[in-house]
């Protein structure tokens, strides 16, 4: 066959003009979503009133829009410093983004019915919710857990200490998603023994240390790209993340000893 008549290869498609993929455009886009989801319900809150703690308050949408849209953000753009396939991170983030869009959801459309959006097993539908959240939990814990192998797999990418702080943020995000899980696992338990009300009172001790640990893949890497834009020597960045890295730990540690001294 002639060469002329040979298919041309095909090139690898180019990076969009401002760097920023598709997927992570969407991503991005999602989480601010859901942050202003969160900022609408705290105008909302001041205007209806009610209590900010318990199980039924403006509270829940507030800080769960303001946390799953801060956390897809974050880990959409840390991601970008691991070395993984470029398909399989792209399918990861958009499930990640689903599933962020469903808890909120779920947890929203709770609020507005002024009913607890998790541990309710009052009605079918309620049931169902909860059902879908701690589904829904279990899936998130499943993707950030592939990041975090990822992270420790093959070292992250970026300029000095985004490694660290990358493996860091992930590892102390565990933490975070292992606090979660332990608070819905044993609220379960207590709402199928009868003790619904204790279900919900059963979440206090953790919540400090889901809190703290939550957001550290944001604040750290944060940190090293900062540090980035400054005329300080590589060496020099390493040891301020580092201390961060320290300092962070040092405050779940903290959190999780108040945990356990006030676990009931």
Known sequence: MSSSLKSPPR??????????????????????????????????????????????SWRKPVTFGLSFGLTLIAVTWVTSYLRIGERLRT??????????????????LQAWRRVPSHLDMGTPFDTAVSMVLAVGGGVLV????VFAVASFRRRPSGPAGMALAVRSGFAILLVALASGAAMIARGVVLVRS???????????????????????????????WLLSRTTWSEETRWRVV???VGCYAAAVAAAGVWAVLTYR
């Open 11 to 56: 090139k690898p498609p180019a990076n969009p003009p401002d760097g920023v993929r598709p997927a992570e455009r969407l991503c991005h886009t999602t989480g601010a979503l859901l942050v202003l989801s969160g900022l609408a319900h705290l105008v909302v809150f001041a205007v209806d009133g009610g209590p900010w703690y318990g199980p039924v």
């Open 91 to 108: 399918v990861l983030l958009l499930v990640f983004a689903a599933d962020c869009v469903v808890e909120v959801g779920g947890i929203t």
């Open 142 to 145: 499943a993707l950030l857990t």
């Open 194 to 224: 009868g003790h619904q009300v204790a279900a919900y009172g059963s979440t206090a001790p953790l919540k400090p240390l889901h809190g703290v640990s939550l957001h550290a893949v944001l604040v750290l890497p944060a940190l090293a």
């Open 242 to 244: 580092a201390a961060a």
